[in-house]
T-cell receptor, first 113, second 112 residues
Framework: EADIYQTPRYLVIGTGKKITLECSQT?????MYWYQQDPGMELHLIHY???????EKGDLSSESTVSRIRTEHFPLTLESARPSHTSQYLC????????????FGDGTRLSIL | KQEVTQIPAALSVPEGENLVLNCSFT??????LQWFRQDPGKGLTSLLL?????REQTSGRLNASLDKSSGRSTLYIAASQPGDSATYLC???????????FGKGTRLSVIA
């Protein structure tokens, strides 16, 4: 069982609100990732980090931002939520030499009204 | 840019059948390839990781093969069970040792 946690699991909120999606892992992994997944569609990488104070944008352009102040914590923030941000957001981590995700959280399903 | 395609999009089989899920990728110079399982409302579980130097990997009833020259990978599931019902995702790096590009998945239903 992977020790990677995402909160909240579900969030329904109005347009214009600031949102932070939390992701924490207790495995001491250096590498962490955020993916966005629409229903029935593929995952798209939006942000990743290979260590503290290191963040990179992924393949899919996103209006969200991330921070990596502590190894175990990789929050994702939307400054002003819009209906187009409605999606599922999945966090992952890895300690592999390869830069690919290994353990995934259960996701946050976000709905912007 | 790596593109990953999976067919079929959905598959329904009776319990006990052996089945094959297909994955194709456009950049044959892949670093590795992974197969994941996703249950409804859940995250992904890594099933098998094949390095570029390998031809196949096995875990229990699962066997994944990799043919870089043809840009294809297959996931073979032996003696399928209702508990195997899930979406199976194939993923490969965009280039070299970089984060993964995912296919849309194959939604598998195993009927008891």
């Amino acid at each position: 069982e992977a020790d990677i946690y995402q909160t909240p699991r579900y969030l329904v909120i109005g347009t214009g609100k600031k949102i932070t999606l939390e992701c924490s892992q207790t495995m001491g992994h250096d590498k962490m990732y955020w993916y966005q997944q629409d229903p029935g569609m593929e995952l798209h990488l939006i942000h990743y980090s290979y260590g503290v104070n290191s963040t990179e944008k992924g393949d899919l352009s996103s209006e969200s931002t991330v921070s990596r102040i502590r190894t175990e914590h990789f929050p994702l923030t939307l400054e002003s939520a819009r209906p187009s941000h409605t999606s599922q957001y999945l966090c992952a981590s890895s300690d592999r030499v390869s830069n690919q995700p290994q353990h995934f959280g259960d996701g946050t399903r976000l709905s912007i009204l | 840019k790596q593109e990953v395609t999976q067919i079929p999009a959905a598959l329904s089989v009776p319990e006990g059948e052996n089945l094959v899920l297909n994955c194709s990728f456009t950049d044959s110079a892949i670093y590795n390839l992974q197969w994941f399982r996703q249950d409804p409302g859940k995250g992904l579980t890594s099933l098998l990781l094949i390095q570029s130097s390998q031809r196949e990997q096995t875990s229990g009833r699962l066997n994944a093969s990799l043919d870089k020259s043809s840009g294809r990978s297959t996931l073979y599931i032996a003696a399928s069970q209702p508990g195997d019902s899930a979406t199976y995702l194939c993923a490969a790096p965009n280039s070299g040792n970089t984060p993964l590009v995912f296919g849309k998945g194959t939604r598998l239903s195993v009927i008891a």
